[in-house]
């Protein structure tokens, strides 16, 4: 650390971490789950069922709750969604099931749609049961490479359908992002390693660690040994502030900070600034206050360029953010960041506004914000794919992302892509869920074709 700057590990108690980063949406008791599935109208033609991502019977899953049947709303649930756990956790269902729900209209309350969801699930997952089987033997092969929600749904929903799967994963663990990158306080007690034990105990589905396209293998040797590949590597990359000084000392890319995080053993240990300030106005930037917050900053501020209603994070979240004491303003964007002995000091912006041809421009004047830590949180983009592949075919892009149809096939005959790595969703867990499941489907249909 740099002679001046203010970071530090161990900012707070071990009680008060334990404390901070403990479940954020404790589960529901027996009790409460039968209340809140009596308040179900199991709506024919059931809105919550359309603004699913991945199509859950909704009003189905809740009846079998009220009367008991644990298993059959689990087996509702994860027959659609096989993150159906982790996205009870981790799905903004305010603006998903939750913002459909026709509880709404009177009462301004919804049904507890994702509490629901976690009950069943959980119950399911704490007996330990996998309730799907394998599909008699099909003899086809498939590579799916990344071990994320979209290459997991993928590889779960072939092997359902007989076929083998073969998982390249480039880390040490699969899970993508709910591993390495969710918040730490939605996903508690290694949840995202219990849900990949659960999904590969199907069987059928080999995981090869540390192994990354482009570096130990290629899609040609992919296409060549596999009868169909599925391409589900998520974004690797960050964008850059594009600032002289991002080079300095405690300037963080807010998720690679929170992969540090989610790892440590001990978040005592982790250094954090006293004074943080956060750029960019969407999930990451919310998560990267908050949990830096929680660590024990004493003052973190997020600056977002355009207006609240503009942010990806969701009102919800931004109301989190500031209830947990993290101030966000608006308006705002970087132009310089100050440092002292190597080691950032503070943010200079200038103040933008919309000009009359719609464009965000700076107005000239601006503030200082003092920090210790500076975090980069405004977007993650892809990693280039390694050009050509060697078989002289090259995946037409859009967007900087892979190109595919709605199926999921890219323009490579035999190779499907899905999740964040393609332009279609939200970037959220289960939009690549749904693209895993529809990728599996097609490939199968073209199996049989
Ligand atoms: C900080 C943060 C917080 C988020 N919070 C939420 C949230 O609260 N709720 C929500 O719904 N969504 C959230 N998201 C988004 C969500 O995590 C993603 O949309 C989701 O994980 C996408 O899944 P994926 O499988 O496409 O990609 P990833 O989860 O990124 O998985 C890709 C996998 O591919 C592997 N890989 C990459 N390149 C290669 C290669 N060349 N070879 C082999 N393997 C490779 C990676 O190691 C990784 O395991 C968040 C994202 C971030 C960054
Ligand atoms: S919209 Fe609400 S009340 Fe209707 S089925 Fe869905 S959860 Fe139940």
Known sequence: MSQGSDVAAG???????????ADIHPPLDRKTALVEASRCYFCHDAPCIEACPTGIDIPSF?????????RGAAVDILSENIMGGACARVCPTEVLCERACVRNAQEHKPVQIGLLQRYATDD???????????????????????????????????????????VFEAKEKAGGLNEYGIAAY?????????????????????????????????????????NAVFLGIGLGDVRGL????????????????????????????????????????????????????????????????????????????????????????????PVALQGANGHVTGVDFEYTQIDGDGRLTGTGEGFAVPADMVFKAVGQIMLPLPDGNGA??????????????????????????????????????????????????????????
């Open 11 to 21: 900012r707070l108690e071990p009680d008060v971490l334990a404390e901070n980063f």
């Open 62 to 70: 809740i009846r079998k709750i009220s009367t008991d049947n644990l």
């Open 124 to 166: 399911l997952f704490d007996r330990g049961l996998q309730p799907f089987e394998r599909a008699a033997p099909s003899g086809r092969k498939v590579a799916v490479v990344g071990g994320g929600p979209a290459g997991l749904a993928c590889a779960h929903r072939l092997s359902r359908l007989g076929h083998e799967v073969v």
């Open 186 to 226: 939605k996903v508690p007690d290694h949840f995202a390693q219990r849900e990949v034990d659960f999904i590969l105990s199907l069987g059928g589905i080999e995981v090869r660690y540390g192994q990354a396209l482009g570096r130990e293998f290629s899609l040609a040797n992919l296409r060549r040994d596999y």
């Open 242 to 333: 594009g600032l002289e000084g991002e080079d300095l000392d405690g300037v963080h890319n807010a998720v690679e900070y929170i992969a540090g995080l989610r790892q440590a053993e001990d978040l005592g240990q982790l250094a954090v600034g006293r004074k943080v300030v956060v750029i960019g106005g969407g999930n990451t930037a919310i998560d990267i206050a908050v949990q830096t917050k929680r660590l024990g900053a004493e003052d973190v501020t997020i600056v977002y360029r355009r207006g609240p209603e503009a942010m990806s994070a969701t009102h919800h979240e931004q109301d989190f953010a500031q209830t947990n004491g993290v101030k966000i303003k608006h308006w705002a964007a």
């Open 392 to 449: 002289g075919e090259i995946l037409e892009m859009t967007g900087g992302r892979i190109a595919v149809d709605v199926d999921r096939r890219t323009s490579i005959a035999g190779v499907w892509a899905g999740g964040d790595c393609v332009p279609l969703g939200d970037d959220l867990t289960v939009s690549a869920v749904q693209d895993g499941k529809v990728a599996a489907e097609s490939i199968d249909r073209y199996f049989r074709s």
